[in-house]
């Protein structure tokens, strides 16, 4: 079960889900209010996207336990859906995502609460629009022509932008709900960190911060896995955390490969 990150939607996991699918079921879906999902006023908690992701679950009947694979801020959502419904799920793989612990390894100027106030004015958006349809025709090329010319029309539309926006918006609340409730319960974990440089970051935040936060986060993902059983951490070096299943779907496909067989496992 995929979980987008903050502008994504489940089309942006099509590559991997297609391989995936090949030696099991594999999920894609837009939470409400996000993508081609139904509009909702965004953002919402993590139990009310917890929630509704298993009512939809359900009423496909696509049975439990699930492995989920969380990316970004689906991070945050699978913590919560794993708290709600702990008996619901079987692993997780972690596709660098956010962490309610994320403040005590990060550095001041990457805290939720300073990402938060990083989000870019209309007027910067309007700027940036020409370069993000770039990239969404480049990291789309091999889709097929029907989904991806409508997939990069709507990537550069006003619509999707202000979704991600919004959704970006009340992190430091989001990990604060999920400090609320207990820990991931004990199932096969695999996290891969991303510590490869976003060039898209270099002209937002100092190179030392940027350091710094690839060793917060290289650091945070192997306290998430420690704390399990059968957790294991991966570092990937050669691509950038929005690029991770595009440039590296070997990866992505290997772990949850292998989170599926050891959670399988008596």
Not at 151 to 173: C, I, P
Request: with cysteine.
């Amino acid at each position: 079960m995929f979980l987008p990150g903050a502008g994504a939607v489940g089309l942006d996991y099509f590559g991997v889900q297609q391989q995936v699918s090949q030696f099991t079921t594999a999920v894609l879906y837009d939470r409400g209010g996000t993508g081609y999902s139904d509009p909702l006023p965004l953002p919402r908690t993590a139990a009310a996207v917890a929630t509704e992701l298993r009512e939809l679950l359900r009423a496909q009947d696509i049975a439990a336990p699930y492995v989920l694979v969380p990316h970004s801020l689906g991070g945050f959502y699978a913590h919560r859906f794993a708290q709600l419904y702990p008996q619901d799920v079987a692993g997780l793989v972690w596709l660098d995502a956010f962490h309610r612990d994320w403040d005590d390894f990060m550095p001041p100027a990457a805290s939720l609460a300073a990402l938060e106030q990083m989000m870019p004015d209309l007027e910067q958006l309007e700027r940036m629009r020409p370069a993000l349809r770039e990239m969404s025709t480049e990291l789309f090329a091999d889709y097929p022509e029907h989904m991806r010319r409508a997939l990069v029309d709507a990537k550069a539309s006003d619509e999707w932008t202000h979704v991600g926006m919004a959704e970006r918006t009340r992190l430091a609340e989001l990990a604060a709900e999920l400090r609320a409730g207990p820990n991931i319960p004990d199932v096969p974990v695999v996290a891969l960190s991303v510590v490869g440089i976003d060039p898209a970051q270099q002209s937002l935040t100092s190179e030392r911060t940027l350091q710094e936060m690839n060793d917060g986060r290289t650091r945070l993902d192997a306290a998430l896995v420690s704390a399990v059983s059968h957790g294991e951490q991966r570092i990937i070096s050669d691509t950038s955390h929005h690029r991770l299943c595009f440039d590296r779907p070997d990866a992505v496909v290997r772990a949850i490969r292998d989170v599926a067989g050891r959670a399988a496992r008596p």
